[in-house]
């Protein structure tokens, strides 16, 4: 129960639509059975120029109605009929034109809702959490599950609503003709919602593996199609295209084993019909032959009765869909319910510009509880205008130190400060707006080269655009593009070379011009010439600013006013390049191994 009120939930905030959309609903249903009703009159007055019989238990306005037919003559009615038959499904399909559109404009809403949701929150959510998340299976969210969620909503709640009252409707017809005959649906249709309650189950277990299964394409897409210079260089197209030739068979087999259950509902509620229509005939077909009932109005009742049988069908094709729906929910609940671990506090004060120094105060740092310590008691200062260069063998907490800084982690243990105040105390905004970051990998979209320069600074006009991608050597080759600053780079600048992504990557961050700049070298997987010109335009971008680099070249070292040494989360040397090769092993080691090849 509890997974089917969070499902109802997202009809919060279109409530008054809804309720219209019921509404209309309801008095389409009234003239569904309305229409029905017609076959009496048309079946004993004008065809058979017979009286209407009906039973003595109905209700006096009812008697008095059908006297009233059998006074009007029989020629009369047949020339008026076509006109009231008419206007009944005018009527009748006026409102359920409204209902059809409102209802899918509800869903429609629902559905742009939930997947704003999502977005939002995955937006908002902290970086460890997609070290436990795959990409594919975020995306699988969005897309897939929102689908599944949709149809139960634009198909399901409308069917849910519309065949309950359709059943109502022909329950009360049914019963109004004949008491004790009616008393069969409740004998015989309840019989259904056994099996159908075990078909549910079964479907929301393997709807849920269905969408697991889905996430794992999309995965296996995302990689692969990201990765296909990878692929292609190692000549594993036929390895990819089996990997996902499994993968979309083991979907396929769960999505029969879906259809199988839900296409068996049809034949049950047709049985179970086929056998109801049966003890109908029984009943009242004596009634008929012995002139205590008319032709007409047993045509009702049967009609009444089989009528019931589609729409407890629908209600059947609507439970599958709400199982199906319900494993999509706890799915998309799983990130809604998602907790950032880093969080803006509801007091956080707007940061200052760094006037002095970045205090790392006694820091220990663990991705998870059973990941181990990444970073064991660091204790650093940076003060303002330095360049601190960090060194260390690979996998000893390098980037994990330098991602405290723009907070994207909270320390386990200690604090990192600026200027005497504690980072948490502060706003993301007032912090990270402080900060320049460029990594190795230039992470670009697949958007102008223009609007990936003013990424985050919008209201940059082209002048200063033009003018940092000066200063980043970028404008050069800017210029000889097809549309110049209105080139689209495609896919995470896929038509651009490693040294032209950084480049731009670089004139984004001067244009940002930050106080202080986190890098993590961004010339170690270039070829000469590219790192000529990045190296240029790094040196011109580090002026002047507080640098913290994650250095993999001589060069960038010994630029440095102090160098870190880090070795299996612990600093094991602090000083200038002169003095840690006299007092640290391990900076000693580095040198001669990497940074000597480069003298």
């Not at 206007?87 to 509800?106: A, E, H, R, T, W």
């Not at 045509?299 to 609507?318: C, E, Q, T």
Request: hydrophobic residues 45%; glycine residues 6%; charged residues 25%.
């Amino acid at each position: 129960m509890k997974n089917y009120i969070k499902l109802l939930h997202f009809l919060k905030g279109h409530g008054k639509l809804f309720s219209i959309a019921i509404l209309t609903m309801l008095i389409a249903s009234f003239f569904e059975g309305f229409q029905l009703s017609l076959l009496v009159p048309m079946a004993d007055r004008i065809f058979n120029n017979k009286e209407i019989i009906v039973s003595s238990q109905l209700p006096g306005f009812v008697r008095e109605g059908v006297n009233k037919l059998n006074s009007i003559d029989s020629t009369t009615l047949f020339w008026s009929f076509p006109l009231v038959i008419i206007g009944v499904l005018l009527i009748k399909n006026l409102f359920v034109f409204c209902y059809q559109y409102l209802m899918s404009d509800v869903s429609q809403r629902i559905m742009r809702d939930i997947r704003y949701r999502l977005y939002a929150k995955i937006q908002n959510l902290s970086l460890d959490y997609f070290s436990k998340k795959r990409t594919g299976e975020l995306i699988s969210r969005i897309t897939h599950d929102v689908n599944v969620v949709e149809n139960a909503l634009s198909y399901g709640v409308t069917d849910l609503f519309r065949q309950t009252f359709m059943i109502l409707i022909f329950t009360v017809i049914a019963f109004s003709i004949d008491l004790k005959a009616a008393f069969i649906i409740f004998v015989v249709f309840p019989l259904i919602g056994f099996p159908m309650g075990r078909i549910g189950k079964r479907l929301r277990k393997i709807s849920k593996g269905t969408q697991e299964k889905m996430a794992d394409i999309n995965t296996l897409l995302l990689e692969t199609i990201s990765g296909v210079q990878l692929v292609k260089a190692f000549g594993t197209e036929q390895y990819e295209t089996d990997r996902f030739k499994g993968k979309n068979h083991d979907y396929y087999k769960l999505r029969m084993k879906s259809i199988k259950r839900i296409i068996v509902i049809s034949p049950i509620t047709e049985i179970f019909g086929a056998i109801c229509g049966v003890g109908v005939m029984l009943w009242l077909g004596k009634s008929v032959m012995a002139g205590e009932l008319s032709f007409g109005v047993f045509i009702l009742f049967f009609g009444s009765i089989m009528s019931i049988i589609s729409p407890i069908k629908k209600l059947g094709n609507v439970n599958a869909l709400t199982q199906q729906a319900l494993a999509a929910s706890e799915r998309i609940y799983d990130v809604l319910d998602a907790r950032p671990t880093v969080v803006e506090k509801p007091d956080a004060r707007q940061l200052k510009e760094m006037a002095s120094t970045i205090h790392i105060d006694h820091v220990d740092f663990s991705y998870a509880e059973d990941s181990g310590i990444v970073l064991k008691d660091i204790d650093l200062e940076v003060k303002k205008g330095e360049i601190v260069a960090i060194v260390g063998p690979t996998g000893t907490g390098k980037t994990t130190l330098v991602n405290l800084i723009p907070r994207f982690y909270d320390p386990t243990r200690g604090s990192v400060k600026m200027d005497g105040v504690d980072l948490k105390d502060v706003t993301f905004r007032s912090l990270r707006d402080q900060i320049g970051i460029v990594t190795q990998e230039s992470i670009l979209f697949n958007d102008t080269v223009k609007a990936n320069i003013s990424y985050g600074y919008q209201e940059a006009t082209q002048t200063e655009i033009e003018a940092a991608a000066q200063k980043a050597f970028a404008h050069q080759f800017i210029i000889k593009m097809p549309q110049r600053y209105d080139t689209v780079i495609g896919d995470r600048g896929f038509r651009l070379s490693g040294g032209e992504k950084q480049r731009i990557s670089i004139a984004r961050a001067i244009l940002k011009n930050p106080p202080i700049l986190i890098l993590d070298e961004a010339t170690s997987q270039l070829d000469s010439e590219s790192e000529k010109y990045v190296q240029e335009a790094l040196d011109l971008l580090m002026q002047d600013r507080t640098v913290v680099a994650i250095a993999h070249r001589l060069s960038t070292i010994k630029k440095a006013d102090k160098i870190i040494c880090l070795e299996q989360g612990r600093i094991v040397g602090i000083g200038s390049h002169e003095r840690l090769l006299e007092t640290c092993p391990l900076y000693r080691r580095l040198y001669e191994m990497q940074f000597s090849i480069e003298v």
